[in-house]
């Protein structure tokens, strides 16, 4: 079998149904391969950078690995921004990299580049095959590396002689990681430390992230958060992972949180952190965040316990598994809080906080109010990266867990709609749409090809302001109003540009219409791109000065 | 702020040193040295790592390093606990008699080895703490150093505890 047949064989071993990628010449050989496969749907993707994005929005619309392959040269290193965005939010895409044959390795050879070198500080692990026979260990032990413990994207090189090499291939092998094991159950001891330090507190907050996605606890987190009577925070990566309709639900905290969540916490006396690692854009100026609350930290990668915050009680474990623990402890000592002075004061600042209604102008905070009226609950959003991101953030409430896709710690413009094409291929029965800027979309417009010809239909919501918006409004808010380079002179025209690709492009001029074209884009079966102009001046509001406390938010 | 010494058993295989050393420079930690050698058993290798930091980035360089995947094993070593050594090759220019006479006589004191002898030079090397091959170094500077190697520091924690890879 050659090393080509051998990589296929091995990723069907892994069930993997569909890959997302680009051909060129040293991935041939592989390419051969597929184009007799039955098994395995490959997506030609129009940009490498399109493909790990997709696959990452595969991954997380699954909560598993999604695979996406390229070429040497260009073709790894246009990868590279996707593989640092899924390392940045632990999502665990498998990147196929072709390269040169082993004996060119190292003199400079005709695409050739070092993605090992490269990929080294943004992959859990990388590998580069240097025998055939290893292809069957080196996918399984991907696979496994990729999805386990914190997820996390890994890289396989293979030197093009390693896909043409023949072997004779083994494929029942079995991991076995000296140095990789996740510790996934948390200690008993720590747990009813835990639950003393819940118990004894007056204004508990449970603050998830998105390990709580990775881990799919939700179930876990809703019984806990009532048994408590505890207010869910999200992180950015965390939002959704409870219903946003839920009473104990607080919404985002952070640079662009809601109102509520960052009174909330810095109220708190008592911080249930799970699957968050305390980012900058959360915890604000972190001297400052919390002083008064014992912090109890879940994570399962044990080098976030201390990295950005002190915390009281670490516990390494899976959310799942911790968060199942505390609860069974709770219910083993018969403990069920009800309502608190703290709940109701909670309930009081959700009051002042919320939403009204999306109707009049058509603004950006209308629009994505008006998309969550038509959007069925288990519909999937995907937004890109800036203001259109944090408008989402701020105002389009996630109904069903896991159904809000977006880059948040590397925040990669161009993140979303390359996203939104690999959540609809992997969950094809939901309508999917990305928010839009029209900064960020411009930057993969191109896949709109790959969504017509490989009949992937979404919808793009771009909040049009002909500006890189969150740059202005940091030049509004923080630089005396000085547009430097962030004014897009209205280019493109975004309908034309969706028609050209044979999509459908639509300008909207009110809600009215915006609420009829969303209607028919949800049910339509080819992409519809929705121009939404919006005005060019509008912020995203509350903010949390850069360095600053959460308390100094403006609103 | 202070010196703590790590050792580190890793998978001894190409790429591994990279992957160690791409760590510590995109997490910010500084490296004072690192010194890697094979084990007794050929597929693993052993680092000793010298860091600078206070007590929460040291936390945070074991943990980092626990993270990699071809990191097995890591251990902590109490500089009093230890046995720390590090080995140099000094050259000395010795043209003139007194020279001569005077680095073998430091040679002598610090228990170093001569091992190279020319007409207006010798290659002396010392074994012990760095602090010792420090002040080896300052009494012979004056005398003129050609040129100047040392290892880095190996460490092992004395007494019978041991960082082994577990069967």
């Known amino acids: 079998m050659s090393g080509s047949q051998a990589l296929i064989e091995a990723l069907k071993r892994e069930g993997v149904k569909v890959i997302f990628g680009i051909p060129g010449g040293a991935i041939m050989p592989v390419y051969d391969v597929l184009y007799d496969e039955k098994d395995i749907r490959h997506i030609l993707m129009r940009h490498e950078q399109c493909a790990a994005h997709a696959a990452d929005g595969y991954a997380r619309a699954l909560r598993g690995p999604g695979v996406c392959m390229a070429t040497s040269g260009p073709g790894a290193t246009n990868l590279v921004t996707g593989i640092a965005n899924a390392y940045m939010d632990s999502s665990p895409v498998v990147a196929i990299t072709g390269q040169v044959a082993t004996h060119l390795i190292g003199k400079d050879a005709f695409q050739e580049t070092d993605i090992i070198g490269i990929t080294t500080p943004i992959t859990k692990y990388n590998y580069q095959v240097r025998r055939v026979e290893d292809i069957p260990r080196i996918v399984k032990e991907a696979f496994y590396i990729a999805s386990t413990g914190r997820p996390g994207p890994v890289v396989i090189d293979v030197p093009r002689d390693m896909q043409t090499g023949i072997a004779d291939v083994d494929f029942n092998v079995k991991v076995s990681i000296r140095g990789y094991k996740p510790n996934v159950e948390p200690h008993p001891l720590q747990v009813k430390r835990a639950v003393d330090i819940l118990v004894g507190s007056e204004r508990p907050v449970i603050l998830a992230g998105g390990g709580v996605h990775w881990s799919k606890a939700y179930g876990e987190l809703l019984t806990l958060a009532e048994l408590l009577m505890a207010p869910v925070a999200t992180t950015f990566m965390g939002k959704g992972v409870i219903p946003e309709n839920h009473p104990l639900a607080l919404g985002c905290v952070g640079m662009h949180g809601r109102v509520e969540a960052n009174k909330a916490i810095m109220a708190s006396d008592a911080i249930l952190a799970v699957g968050v690692r305390f980012s900058d854009r959360t915890t604000g100026k972190v001297d400052e965040f919390c002083h008064d609350a014992k912090i109890i930290h879940i994570d399962i990668d044990p080098s976030e316990i201390r990295k950005n915050v002190p915390v009281h009680l670490p516990i390494v474990a899976d959310a799942k598994y911790a968060l199942k623990a505390i609860i069974d402890e709770l219910i083993r000592r018969g403990f069920k809080r009800e309502k608190s002075d703290w709940i109701r004061r909670i309930e009081m600042l959700k009051k002042e906080c919320e939403d009204s209604e999306p109707g009049g102008d058509l603004t950006a905070v209308n629009a994505i109010k008006l998309l969550r009226k038509v959007l069925p609950e288990k519909a999937i959003v995907t937004t890109e990266v800036g203001q259109n991101q944090m408008w989402a953030s701020l105002h389009f409430r996630v109904l069903k867990p896991g159904t809000f896709i977006s880059s948040g710690g590397l925040g990669t413009m161009g993140f979303g709609f390359p996203a939104a094409l690999g959540a609809k291929v992997a969950v094809p029965d939901v309508p999917v749409v990305d928010i839009a800027g029209d900064g960020s979309f411009l930057m993969t417009e191109q896949d709109l090809a790959t969504s017509v010809v490989e009949d992937i239909p979404v919808t793009v919501m771009v909040l049009n302001n002909s500006s890189l918006g969150m740059v202005a409004q940091w030049q509004r808010f923080f630089f005396g109003r000085r547009y430097s380079h962030t004014d897009l002179k209205g280019v493109p025209d975004f309908a034309r540009l969706a028609e050209a690709f044979g999509a459908r492009g639509v300008r909207v001029g009110s809600l009215n219409e915006l609420e009829q074209v969303l209607r028919e884009a949800v049910k339509s079966d080819v992409t519809v791109v929705i121009d939404v102009p919006i005005p060019k001046e509008e912020d995203v509001l509350p903010i949390v000065p850069p360095g600053r406390s959460l308390k100094d938010m403006i609103c | ?167």
Do not use: W
Request: net charge positive; glycine share 6%.
């Open chain 2, 1 to 167: 702020m202070g010196e703590y010494i790590l050792a580190a058993l890793v998978e001894h295989k190409p790429g591994v040193l990279h992957k160690v050393s791409n760590m510590f420079r995109k997490r910010n930690f500084n490296i004072e040295s690192i010194t890697v050698g094979a084990c007794e058993d050929g597929d693993v290798a052993r680092m000793t790592i010298t860091v600078q930091g206070d007590e929460a980035v040291v936390e945070q360089v074991v943990k980092q390093l626990q993270k990699l995947v071809d990191v097995i094993k890591v251990s902590r070593l109490e500089p009093s606990k230890s046995v720390v050594r590090e080995l140099a090759l000094v050259k000395v220019y010795t043209a003139d008699s007194k020279a001569k006479s005077d680095v073998v006589n430091y040679a002598t004191i610090f228990r170093g080895r001569i091992v190279d002898v020319s007409k207006d030079s010798m290659i002396i090397e010392v074994t012990g703490s760095p602090s010792k091959i420090d002040a080896f170094v300052e009494l012979v500077k004056p005398y003129g150093i050609k040129e100047f190697a040392r290892t880095g520091v190996v460490a092992m924690s004395r007494g019978l505890k041991s960082l082994k890879v577990e069967e």
